[in-house]
């Protein structure tokens, strides 16, 4: 492969560390089932991102409200599901990790 297109591969795969912040400086966490998932918007750096509205079943840490929309890249590395229940941690409405129930 050549040098170029190995520092292509190693930009690509980085857009997702912009999205998350560390798992330890977390202040938010919360049990919620997505609800909805609105395609179509972008950042204001102009990536396209998916917003998803959870119901907010069950507030672990930090303060949220009954519904909790959170933001993440299109092309991201986290695909999610409606109807599905998942464990969400937040630091100023940014994810710093997802799973799924």
């Known amino acids: 492969m050549s040098k170029f297109k ?3 591969v190693l930009i690509l795969f980085s857009f997702s560390a912009f999205a998350t912040v560390r798992q330890g ?8 089932e997505l609800k909805l998932k609105l395609e179509g918007n972008y950042n ?24 909790v929309i959170v933001e993440l890249l299109k ?7 409606e109807s599905k229940n998942y464990k969400i941690q937040l630091k100023n409405g940014k ?4 799973e799924q129930l």
Do not use: A, H, M, S
């Open 6 to 8: 190995f520092v292509i």
């Open 25 to 32: 400086d977390c202040p938010q966490e919360f049990i919620g």
């Open 44 to 67: 204001q750096k102009g990536y396209e991102i998916v917003q998803y509205v959870f119901k907010n079943l069950e507030t672990i840490r930090g303060e949220l409200e009954d519904e």
């Open 75 to 81: 092309f991201g590395p986290f695909k999610l599901e």
């Open 95 to 98: 994810i710093c990790w997802i």
